[in-house]
């Protein structure tokens, strides 16, 4: 696995002036071309020619055009300033990569990481740290990515290089052919070895922020849990997704009385000196949507529900 990164500090493209735009002249040998692929060169990578388009960075004769544009001998295609980088003393948000090629990376997000900008974390999310990396999908603000964790859930995501990519994997996705792998620590003991909870989660009532198995809108949601380990007054399990509501393994966790430990907004308890959930993205499997070979990406626990785990193993 790579080191961890600050956002921005890898892959950036040549500089250009602080206030004007790089202006580029199709050539007649350029003629037919995709705009990502006679801009690739030009900016350092297809992937950072993707990610300014995306973010609207491109014009074609003064007007945005996709990737898949085809320019024309004498078109002037204009690359606007990116923009500057944050503030000094911002918080830049850091990651690892535990998979990386030409089409497609898996990163290895701590906790406290937003993955994409929202109402109130605008700024130092992992989409933003990405930009130059990642590419693909109809959002700008969130070009590349794919699925997403809780700023609190650390472990691993799968990000797109370009929109072909970006596609395919969110197919995937939908056809339960990317298989994404947690470990939780959960209050009490189950009693089944293996389970499923096939419960709908949507907006709680009570609760705008939170989401609930009692919901006007709740929408299917099935999750499988495997016991990993019997601990004196909890249970580490591995639990995979077949849907991907929000928050779902906590509110489902919760539903059959197991609380995932440390989950204070689910009814966990802040036990073994958790300062979050103790809920971890493990494993990543999935078949590469381009050379077809069988991808099986892990992350080891984090050193927080590492040590966790070895004070719930004591605990009498």
């Known amino acids: 696995m790579d080191g961890e990164r600050a956002g921005g500090s890898s892959a950036e493209a040549p500089h250009t002036p602080a206030q ?21 060169e030009r900016v350092g990578s297809r992937a950072q020619a993707q990610a300014l388009i995306d973010a609207g960075k ?4 003064g007007r945005a055009q996709r990737k898949r544009h085809l320019v024309a001998p004498g078109e002037v295609v204009a690359v606007l300033p990116r923009d500057p980088p944050a503030p000094v003393g911002e918080a830049r948000a850091t990651f690892a990569i535990a998979y990386d090629d030409d089409h497609l990376l898996v990163v290895d997000k701590p906790a406290g990481v937003v993955v994409h900008p929202a109402r109130g974390n605008r700024t130092g999310t992992l989409a933003q740290a ?15 990515i794919v699925h997403r964790l809780d700023r609190d859930t650390s472990g691993l995501l799968v990000v797109a290089k370009n929109d072909a990519v970006h596609r395919a994997l969110k197919a995937l996705l939908q056809t339960r052919r990317l298989e994404r792998e947690y470990l939780a620590l959960v209050e009490g003991r189950l009693d089944a070895r293996t389970g499923t909870i096939d419960a709908p989660v949507g907006r709680s009532r009570q609760d705008r922020v939170l989401m609930s198995i009692d919901s006007t809108a709740a929408r299917e949601a099935r999750t499988h849990f495997t016991v990993r380990r019997l601990l004196p007054r909890c249970t580490l399990v591995s639990v995979g997704l077949e849907t991907g509501r929000t928050h779902q ?17 689910y009814g966990g308890r802040s036990v073994y000196g958790l300062k979050r959930q103790f809920l971890h993205a493990a494993r990543l499997r999935f078949p590469h949507p381009v050379t077809g070979q069988e991808l099986d990406v892990r992350s080891p626990l984090p050193a927080d529900l590492a040590a966790a785990l070895r004070l719930a193993e004591q605990d009498r």
Not at 58 to 61: A, E, F, K, N, Q
Not at 130 to 142: P, V
Not at 249 to 265: F, L, N, Q, T
């Open 130 to 144: 990405l930009s130059g990396l990642a590419a693909g999908g109809e959002d700008a603000r969130r070009a590349g």
């Open 249 to 265: 393994i906590r509110v489902h966790m919760k539903a059959i009385g197991h609380p995932v430990c440390g989950d204070v907004s």
């Open 20 to 40: 004007r735009p790089l202006v580029l002249h199709v050539p007649d040998a350029a003629a037919g071309a995709r705009l990502d692929q006679f801009l690739a």
């Open 58 to 61: 491109v014009t074609v004769d």
